[in-house]
């Protein structure tokens, strides 16, 4: 487990840039927290890491965002609107979960079902302010300091 201090919306772009360019397949992050503790921006540095120019929108309301990295696939889901398992299917989810890509999941307890893939679990806490704690299990850089 790494848990990391984040003052500003920089520093978090920057920490998801890195996990970016270090992930292989296959992979799901799975992100929690609370809304606006920061799970689409930590996602924007996790597409500028795969090589992705496109600006990242939150899926809120498409559920799913699929972007083409420069050697990887990004497939952005919020399944925040979904209320259950077959709502998941008509948004076809189970493809993105068995096809090739890195997989970056918000509110997805509903979609555990889903997960055979390696997951990184990522938990972001509100500090106030500009300030988040991102708890992450399943990767660290070199530089952590638990
Ligand atoms: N250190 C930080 N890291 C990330 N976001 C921050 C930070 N400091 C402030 N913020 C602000 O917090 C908000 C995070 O919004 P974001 O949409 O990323 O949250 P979210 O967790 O995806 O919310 P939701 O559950 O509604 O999808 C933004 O307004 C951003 O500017
Ligand atoms: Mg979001």
């Given at each position: 487990?790494a848990?990391?201090?984040?003052?500003?919306?920089?520093e978090t772009?920057?920490?998801?840039?890195?996990?970016?360019e270090?992930?292989?397949?296959?992979?799901?992050?799975k992100?929690?927290?609370?809304?606006?503790?920061?799970k689409?921006?930590?996602?924007?540095g996790?597409?500028l890491?795969?090589?992705?120019?496109e600006?990242?929108?939150?899926?809120?309301?498409?559920?799913?965002?699929?972007?083409?990295?420069?050697?990887?696939?990004?497939?952005?889901?919020?399944?925040?609107?979904?209320?259950?398992?077959?709502?998941?299917?008509?948004?076809g989810?189970?493809?993105?979960?068995s096809?090739?890509?890195?997989?970056v999941?918000?509110?997805?307890?509903?979609?555990?079902?889903?997960?055979?893939?390696?997951?990184?679990?990522?938990?972001i806490?509100?500090?106030?302010?500009?300030?988040?704690?991102?708890?992450?299990?399943?990767?660290?850089?070199?530089?952590?300091?638990?």
């Amino acid at each position: 487990m790494a848990k990391y201090i984040l003052n500003s919306v920089e520093e978090t772009i920057k920490l998801g840039m890195r996990l970016g360019e270090s992930l292989t397949l296959p992979v799901i992050i799975k992100l929690d927290g609370e809304m606006g503790s920061g799970k689409t921006h930590f996602t924007k540095g996790i597409a500028l890491g795969l090589g992705i120019s496109e600006e990242i929108t939150s899926p809120t309301f498409s559920i799913l965002n699929i972007y083409e990295g420069s050697s990887l696939k990004l497939f952005h889901i919020d399944a925040y609107r979904l209320k259950n398992i077959e709502e998941a299917l008509d948004a076809g989810l189970e493809e993105v979960f068995s096809e090739g890509g890195v997989v970056v999941l918000e509110w997805g307890d509903l979609l555990t079902s889903f997960f055979e893939n390696k997951v990184i679990n990522i938990q972001i806490n509100d500090l106030g302010d500009n300030n988040r704690e991102m708890i992450i299990e399943g990767w660290n850089d070199d530089n952590t300091r638990d």
